[in-house]
C-alpha cells in the first residue's frame, strides 16, 4: 500500500464466500483486499477470523488490510499482523492501550491504523495520530455491507486533513462504507486515498470494470495533487 494515487480495496464480506478463491482472482486490479473481522459483539454480525485470514493472503498477492471489528483489539491486532496481515486497524471506540497495540503491530512488521465510526469526533484521534500509518473514517455505522454513505464524513474528512497538517503527519486516509463509483469523486477530493468497496464491487458482473470504474472518478478528483 505504497505511493500516493488513490487505492482502491475492495471488501471480500461481499464475496461469495463458497468461491473465495475465484472471488480473490477476479479482484486482482485492486490495490488491496479489505477484510472486515466481526466479532458479533463490537458489531452486530459475525464475518471471518484468522484461519480464514491467512489462506486468504496466501492466494492473493495483494496486501492484506485487516479492520477488526471486535471488543478487544489489544489481543486481536497483534495477532492478525503476526499471521501476515499487511496493516490492521483498530476501532478507537473498542481499543483500550492503543500506543501499545500500534507498537506491538509495527514489531511485528505490519502498518498499523486507527478507525473511528462515524458518531466518534476526529479529536479522538488525535494522540494517536502521528504514531498511524492510516486513518480509516467510517461512512457507515460498520457491521454490514451494502448500507448508504453518510455524508456528513465529508466534512470529518477535512477535519482529519487539518489536524494531521497541525499535528505535523500524514497518515493515508480509508474511507469505508458506502463507496461506488457515484461518489468516489468527491470523497477523494475530501481528503480520502484509500477507497473500500464491498458491494459496489462484488455486486458487480465485471469486477475489472467496478473497480476501473471507481478508480477513474477518483482520479478526477486526485488530479489536484498531479
Ligand atoms: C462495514 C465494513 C465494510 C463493508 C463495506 O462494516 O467495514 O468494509 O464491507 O461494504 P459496502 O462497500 O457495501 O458499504
Ligand atoms: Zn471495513
Redesign the pocket.
Known amino acids: 500500500m505504497e505511493g500516493h494515487r488513490v487505492l482502491i480495496a475492495p471488501?471480500v464480506?461481499?464475496a461469495d464466500f463458497l468461491r473465495l478463491g475465484e472471488e480473490l482472482d477476479s479482484i486482482a486490479t485492486a490495490d488491496a483486499i479489505?477484510y472486515?473481522v466481526m466479532d458479533g459483539h463490537f458489531?452486530p454480525n459475525v464475518s471471518f477470523g484468522l484461519d480464514i485470514a491467512k489462506q486468504v493472503k496466501g492466494a492473493s498477492e495483494l496486501p492484506l488490510d485487516v479492520?477488526l471489528?471486535v471488543d478487544n483489539p489489544d489481543v486481536a491486532a497483534p495477532t492478525y499482523a503476526q499471521a501476515g496481515a499487511d496493516m490492521v486497524t483498530v476501532h478507537v471506540e473498542a481499543a483500550r492501550h492503543i500506543h501499545r497495540i500500534v507498537g506491538q503491530v509495527h514489531a511485528a512488521g505490519a502498518k498499523a491504523g486507527a478507525v473511528i465510526n462515524p458518531g466518534t469526533p476526529v479529536s479522538a484521534l488525535e494522540a494517536i495520530l502521528p504514531e498511524l500509518d492510516m486513518v480509516l473514517v467510517m461512512s457507515?455505522d460498520?457491521?454490514?455491507?451494502?448500507?448508504s454513505f453518510i455524508p456528513t464524513t465529508l466534512a470529518k474528512l477535512r477535519e482529519l486533513k487539518a489536524l494531521a497538517a497541525r499535528l505535523g503527519c500524514s497518515p493515508r486516509v480509508e474511507v469505508?462504507?458506502?463507496?461506488s463509483a457515484s461518489n468516489a469523486r468527491e470523497v477523494v477530493a475530501a481528503g480520502a486515498d484509500v477507497l473500500?468497496?464491498?458491494?459496489?464491487v462484488f455486486k458487480a458482473a465485471d469486477r475489472a470494470k467496478a473497480i476501473a470504474d471507481i478508480r477513474a472518478q477518483a482520479a478526477l478528483a486526485d488530479a489536484r495533487e498531479a
Open positions: 471488501s464480506l461481499s479489505h472486515d458489531v479492520h471489528m457507515v460498520p457491521g454490514f455491507g451494502g448500507q469505508d462504507g458506502g463507496i473500500v468497496a464491498g458491494s459496489s
